[in-house]
Every structure is written in structure tokens, then in C-alpha cells.
């Protein structure tokens, strides 16, 4: 495999914007809204954004210093007037208009009006939520924390959360938000977005309680297979005891195992690949220790 190696100190600010953007994909979306201390609104996503604690629950955005100009956005300056943020996420019906409300409007303009998203008065801070945001985050700002002072350095506005509003809408049965459901859209390198949606979503059972075996401690005929791939390889590596022998014995019972035998490791291989990836991880390690 051909490598090739950046000195960041070596290339252009855009450049070095690509490669980082491009390569910490996908990124979740903050659509801030702020207000000034004249109670100008302000509203702009940003996908320098993620959630860094849970108790307490903070959250984290970052408007940068533009490139071009070294100079500071408004979302930046509101927070540093009123040390208030609605944070509201972003889901694919929202994704045009989101992306109009990162528009460099003049200061005074609010983007709720020009984005046409409904502005709704939130209930423990001045800054509006937006009304079409599936969950929106009331925030108090603790701490503005510059990453640097020319252009393209980052500002960290660290969040608590104050008060949660979610649409009922995305909710489960059980009242927990659903991932399936609340279509969430994220940030790429350049133009492009992730959709967190349809077949774009699959689930990995973690054991938390439990402690796999590792990949170290697969059967080196298993380890160096031909057919097996690194991830074949993580879910077998999560199981938590080698199969004993008879059990082993007895997946030749299994007709489509019996007809694999005579053809092979490569065909064994092949259908304990397709177990695997039908879920039936310990079906799919008794085949690979068939002899
Ligand atoms: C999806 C998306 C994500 C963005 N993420 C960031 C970001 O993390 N940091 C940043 O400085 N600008 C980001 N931008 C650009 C800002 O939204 C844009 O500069 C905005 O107009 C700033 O507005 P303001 O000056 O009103 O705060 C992003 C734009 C889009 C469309």
C-alpha cells in the first residue's frame, strides 16, 4: 500500500482543512442559535461539535477564525455577549435549509427568518430553539477556550445542558429516542453529507459485561484465512469461550457443512463466513474448527 505522508506545517490552511475534514467524517451538526446582548438571534450549524460528558452533560462546538480575514463569526461573539446556546440537531428533512443558514449573512440578520425554520422561545434562556429540530439542547456557556489566533483557529465552546426538548415523534415505545427513526444527517469532507438512515445503519453486539476472547486467540488456520475478512475476524474475537469438540462434531449433522468438507477449507470457510454475517457467530466458529 502506497502511503502518503503530511507535514501540516507544510501545506496550505485549505489544504490541511481538506485532508482533516475529509478523514474525521462523519461529524455530528450543532445548529446554534445565539442571541446578542441587544437580543439579536443568530442561527449557524457547525460540525465541529460533539458531546464530551454526560454528568455533567456538556457539549462542545467550535467557530473557527475565518481563514480568509482572520475574522471572528457572529455565533462566536454572541456567545462571548450572553454565555447562552440553543443547540438543536439536524436531521435530513432540515438539510437544504440548514445549510442556507450557514449563508455569511450580516450581523443583525436571523437566519430563522431567512432559512425559514420556526422559531420557538425556549424556556430557560433567551437564545430560540428551532422548531423542526427533533431535539434541541438549552445551554449555558461555561468557558470559550481559543485554540489559537490566526485564521482557521478554533474557539472551544464548551456547553452544559440545561433543559432537553425531543419531538415525540423519534421516539421508541419505551420513550428513548430512536435511532432508526430520527434520520439524522452529518458532516463530510468538501460538499459532502452522511445519512444516518435506511441500510446506512447496523448494529455491532458489544458484549459490555462480558470479555471476548480476542482475535489473538483464534486458531491460527482461522487467523490467516484466505475468505475472512478483519471484521469476520472482530465479531469472532468477541466471543467468550472456544467450542469443545463434541459440539464442534456435530455441525457436521448440518448438510450444507458436510457438502463444504469435501470441497475444502476455502468452501468451509466461505459458509461459516455466511453464518457469521447471517449473526450465528458461535455456528460460524464451530465450522471453522471443523478438521
Ligand atoms: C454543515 C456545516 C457545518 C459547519 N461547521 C462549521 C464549524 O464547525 N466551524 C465553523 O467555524 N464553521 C462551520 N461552518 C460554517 C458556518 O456555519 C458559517 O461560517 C456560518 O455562516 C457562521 O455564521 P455566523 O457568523 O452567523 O456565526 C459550517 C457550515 C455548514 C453548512
Known amino acids: 500500500m502506497a502511503i502518503k505522508t503530511i507535514d501540516p506545517n507544510n501545506i496550505s490552511i485549505p489544504e490541511l482543512q481538506g485532508y482533516l475534514q475529509a478523514a474525521v467524517a462523519p461529524r455530528p451538526i450543532a445548529f446554534a442559535s445565539t442571541v446578542d446582548k441587544d437580543g439579536q438571534v443568530n442561527l449557524s450549524p457547525f460540525s465541529f461539535f460533539n458531546m464530551f460528558s454526560t454528568n455533567p452533560p456538556i457539549l462542545i462546538f467550535s ?73 434541541a439542547f438549552e445551554c449555558k456557556v461555561l468557558q470559550v477556550l481559543p485554540l489559537g489566533t490566526e485564521g482557521g483557529a478554533g474557539n472551544l ?51 459490555l459485561f462480558t470479555r471476548g476472547i480476542g482475535i489473538d486467540a483464534l486458531p491460527e488456520a482461522i487467523r490467516n484465512s484466505t475468505v475472512l475478512t478483519g471484521n469476520n475476524l472482530g465479531r ?39 453464518r457469521l454475517e447471517a449473526g450465528n457467530t458461535e455456528e460460524a466458529l464451530k465450522i471453522l474448527l471443523l478438521k
Open 157 to 207: 465552546v464548551i456547553c452544559q445542558v440545561i433543559l432537553i426538548h425531543v419531538q415525540e415523534q423519534y421516539l421508541d415505545e419505551a420513550g428513548r429516542l430512536d435511532t432508526t427513526k430520527i434520520d439524522l444527517v452529518a458532516r463530510m469532507g468538501g460538499n459532502w453529507y452522511a445519512r444516518a438512515f435506511g441500510d446506512a445503519l447496523f448494529e455491532i453486539p458489544k458484549p
Open 63 to 135: 467557530p473557527s477564525r475565518r481563514v480568509r480575514g482572520n475574522t471572528t463569526k457572529h455565533s462566536l461573539d454572541n456567545v462571548l455577549e450572553i454565555a447562552e446556546v440553543c443547540i438543536n440537531v439536524v436531521n435530513y428533512p432540515m438539510v437544504e435549509q440548514m445549510s442556507l443558514a450557514s449563508t455569511e449573512y450580516e450581523k443583525g440578520v436571523n437566519e430563522f427568518v431567512k432559512a425559514g425554520f420556526t422559531q420557538v422561545p425556549s424556556t430557560l434562556i433567551q437564545a430560540p430553539r428551532v422548531g423542526e429540530a427533533p431535539v
Open 236 to 274: 469472532l474475537g468477541n466471543i467468550e469461550v472456544l467450542p469443545g469438540s463434541p459440539e464442534i462434531e456435530l455441525m457436521k449433522n448440518d448438510a450444507e457443512v458436510a457438502e463444504a468438507l469435501t470441497k475444502g477449507t476455502d468452501a468451509l470457510h466461505r459458509l461459516a463466513q455466511l
